[in-house]
């Protein structure tokens, strides 16, 4: 009784956060229905290795010790154990991967896109409203303790059944809003408002980037991205460079990094920006594990372009601010 009283209280929390508008209190929902996910698979993993135990009187195992402790000890191992034993199928093994990505860059370094943050709720309170009434607390028998009461049981019904968890379910853990656009929609308008700032930054800097750094004269879309996906990707080892104190050995150092950044660069055009537009628009109707599929494929050309043309502009009004400060003699 004890564990199903626990995990409908990390549930009821978590819808808690997860109806709050604040992106501190979403990040903790992540963070806990992740974290839910994985006890409930880890203890279903347990029950396996435990009939496997048992019956290795008779048998051989089919679960060797080394495979046990790689999948209760790594997350991406789990949810491959459990795909391989049927636990879950293929598309939630992907959606499921998705949200803990998410909840990676949540816990270790607390930023994420907000969108992406709002679209791992949803997957997983969808998944685990349908999963939980069959998988209950993972336990073959419920013990029950007369000093511990459940606190969202119905009266009406046993604790720990799969009605019970229904009744949970639809009281203490329905906090999406249904009215709200679908995950794959929002998904779209998300792809395509990045594209649009990208679009009105180049157009920005086509028109006076050059003004203020001469020696951009030739530049085009694809120069824009090198030069300032360089300078993003490679901050720590540029600013490790500005430290020698020998000018040569530091233009050497910068050459031999830009040169071999540039090895492995693919020239960037700016039709791409409406083939990304294209790609997001076929998301409309898509259910969620397609069209998370098409983003994960574009998401690294979709940051370089955003964030190389933003960081650009950003460097462009810094300048043009600058200027005006001295025209004013400030």
């Given amino acids: 009784m004890e ?32 974290n839910f996910v994985e006890i409930q698979l880890n203890s279903l993993a347990k029950q396996k290795f435990q009939f496997d135990t048992e019956f290795s009187k008779y048998q051989e195992k089919k679960y060797t010790e080394k495979l046990r402790k790689k999948v209760l000890n790594y997350y991406d191992e789990l949810l491959k154990f459990s795909f391989n034993e ?24 607390i930023h994420e896109e907000e969108l992406l943050v709002s679209i791992s709720l949803k997957i997983l309170k969808d998944f685990i409203t349908e999963k939980q009434p069959d998988w209950k607390s993972t336990s073959f028998f419920t013990k029950y303790n007369v000093k511990i009461a459940d606190p969202y049981k119905s009266k009406l019904i046993s604790s720990n059944s799969e009605e019970d968890w229904k009744f949970f379910l639809s009281n203490h853990f329905n906090f ?11 998904l779209k308008k998300f792809i395509i408002q990045k594209m649009s700032i990208a679009r009105e930054n180049y157009k920005f800097l086509k028109r006076e980037y050059i003004d203020y750094f001469p020696f951009a004269q030739k530049w085009e879309f694809n120069e824009y991205i090198f030069y300032y996906s360089f300078k993003y990707l490679h901050l720590i080892e540029i600013e490790e460079i500005e430290e020698i104190k020998d000018d040569f050995e530091k233009k050497e150092k910068r050459k031999i990094l830009e040169e071999t950044y540039k090895l492995n660069w693919l020239n960037k055009k700016f039709s791409r920006i409406k083939a990304i537009e294209e790609k997001a628009k076929s998301m409309s109707n898509a259910e969620i594990f397609k069209s998370l599929e098409i983003y994960m494929s574009l998401r690294d050309e979709i940051n370089l372009i955003y964030e190389g043309l933003e960081n650009a502009a950003g460097d462009l009004r810094f300048q043009i601010d600058l200027e005006e400060e001295k025209a004013n003699g400030n």
């Fill in 3 to 34: 564990k199903v009283i626990l995990l409908k209280t990390q549930l009821a929390e978590s819808a808690k956060f997860g109806k709050s508008k604040d992106f501190r209190f979403q990040r903790l929902a992540v963070i806990f229905l992740d």
């Fill in 86 to 109: 049927n636990i879950i199928n293929e598309k939630e093994k992907y959606l499921l991967s998705f949200c803990h990505n998410v909840r990676n860059n949540l816990y270790h370094s």
């Fill in 176 to 186: 999406i809003d249904n009215r709200m656009s679908s995950s794959s929609n929002l």
